[in-house]
């Protein structure tokens, strides 16, 4: 089974905690700051693998985490900054955020890489805050959190090779006889709703995967049928094998049906004519089909309309005629085959990539106890950021708050000496 998007959480690493100490030198009873600052937290970054066709990996692993930095140490040494973290993806992941729908980056060329998570700034040391007024000052910041995402990945580039033609001529059946994939197959029209894809793995180690769409009709590049975002599934095919059922059965006549399937593709898009295309004569173990393929290739041959005469393949999924043949030769053809640039990535020019950076720093609410309630994400930062450990520490955070107009507003709202605040799960007093 192939999977074509998934959901994962990413989580940076959180940088290392700064580090409050001071020198202890013979003679010198207290030599000064002397505490490290943190290393910064591992990012988390998304890499093409060229090697990777599917999103299959991520249905087992879908929560990452960066690792933290290290803590600041004694005698000014600093901690280690931790390693990114890299996440392989297929060429062609589209990457939003799973919670905000924006979207964060196309992975398209082959060494392409995307942060995702920045981990979080190291917390600075006791020695960056000394001062002439305050020369042995026991303040440190904690590390910065990781950020945290969840997000949502998606393959677009479905397929090497795309099967197509009217519906019941044996697509889903052809893909199901070459390939593990499992697709619905019925004789009634329109089985199958959305691709199915598989993975053809040939004896010679050669593979490719391979997509049966949804059937086509007159009128599809306009919407009928299925329609045109079937259409949008063949833009993205290298190769195009086009499927017609020679038996005859539903009535229609084989050549009509390949003029008319190339026709909607040509309206659609008419560089889709120019790429590889292999003609399949389906269903040839029924007894009428051997007579219509002879008058079909008559026809063939006698189309002026034609760029070039396509080749021709016959085959049966049900007596396995003429697969092997098959399987091969769209290998051979798909490797001469360069890549297309699809429409879609014709639209889509570079990587888009933004943090929000313009919410407020905070938000007073109020709890029903009558606590002052902060919070905000800028102000949670900052909040974890602080080493509740020392007073030094502590008055430098309620400066902070006071800098970012945190005290002003409480007033403004009514806020008396002696009320509680509360960030998080630290409880304080107003004190005006
Ligand atoms: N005799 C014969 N019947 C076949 C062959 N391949 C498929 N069929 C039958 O044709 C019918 C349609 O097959 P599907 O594979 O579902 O056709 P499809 O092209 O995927 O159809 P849609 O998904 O509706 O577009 C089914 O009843 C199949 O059993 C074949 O090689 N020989
Ligand atoms: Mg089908």
């Not at 440190?140 to 519906?167: I, S």
């Not at 070459?178 to 010679?204: C, Q, W």
């Not at 259409?231 to 059965?249: A, N, P, Q, Y």
């Amino acid at each position: 089974m192939f999977v074509d998007q998934i959901k994962i959480e990413v989580k940076a690493g959180k940088g290392g905690d700064g580090m409050v100490a001071f020198r202890r030198e013979k003679y010198v009873p207290n030599g000064g700051p002397a505490g490290g600052d943190g290393g910064k937290g591992g990012s988390i970054i998304l890499k093409v693998d060229q090697g990777l066709r599917t999103l299959m990996d991520f249905r087992y692993h879908r929560i990452f985490k960066a690792k933290p930095g290290q803590n600041g140490m004694i005698k000014g040494m600093y901690g280690r900054g931790a390693d990114d973290t890299y996440i392989s993806v297929p060429q062609g992941t589209t990457v939003t955020d799973a919670e905000t729908g924006e979207l964060l980056g196309d992975l398209v060329e082959a060494d392409d890489e995307l942060v995702v998570a920045k981990g979080g700034r190291g917390g600075r040391g006791n020695i960056k805050f000394a001062s002439p007024k305050n020369p042995a000052p026991e303040i440190a910041e904690n590390g910065e959190p990781g950020e945290e995402r969840k997000l949502k990945l998606e393959l677009k580039v479905l397929a090497d090779v795309g099967l197509v033609g009217f519906p019941s001529v044996g697509k889903s059946t052809l893909l199901s006889v070459v390939t593990s994939a499992k697709p619905k197959i019925a004789e009634y029209h329109f089985t199958t709703l959305v691709p199915n894809l598989g993975m053809v793995r040939l004896d010679d180690g050669r593979d490719y995967v391979m997509a049966d769409l949804p059937g086509l009709i007159e009128g599809a590049s306009q919407g009928v049928g299925l329609g045109i975002q079937f259409l949008r599934h063949v833009e993205r095919t290298r190769v195009i094998l086009h499927l017609i059922d020679m038996s005859g059965v539903e009535g229609r006549d084989p050549y009509d049906d390949f003029v008319k399937i190339n026709e909607e593709l040509k309206v659609y898009d008419p560089t889709l004519l120019d790429r590889p295309q292999i003609v399949v004569a389906s269903k040839m173990d029924m007894p009428d089909s051997a007579k219509n393929l002879a008058e079909f290739k008559v026809k063939l041959a006698k189309d002026k309309t034609l760029k070039q005469v396509p080749e021709v393949m016959e085959i049966s999924s049900l007596t396995h005629q003429g697969l092997k043949e098959l399987t091969h030769r769209t290998a051979d053809v798909l490797e001469s085959t360069p890549k297309f640039e699809t429409l879609a990535e014709k639209e889509q020019s570079s990587k888009v990539y933004t943090f929000k950076e313009d919410e407020p720093a905070f938000k007073i609410t109020r709890d029903s106890d009558a606590t002052w309630v902060l919070s905000g994400e800028k102000l949670e930062r900052l909040f974890k950021m602080t080493n509740f450990n020392h007073d030094e520490s502590l008055m430098r955070f309620a400066r902070q708050l006071r800098g970012m107009g945190v005290d002003d507003a409480l007033r403004e709202r009514g806020a008396k000496g002696g009320d509680l605040v509360r960030i998080e799960d630290f409880t304080f007093e107003f004190v005006e």
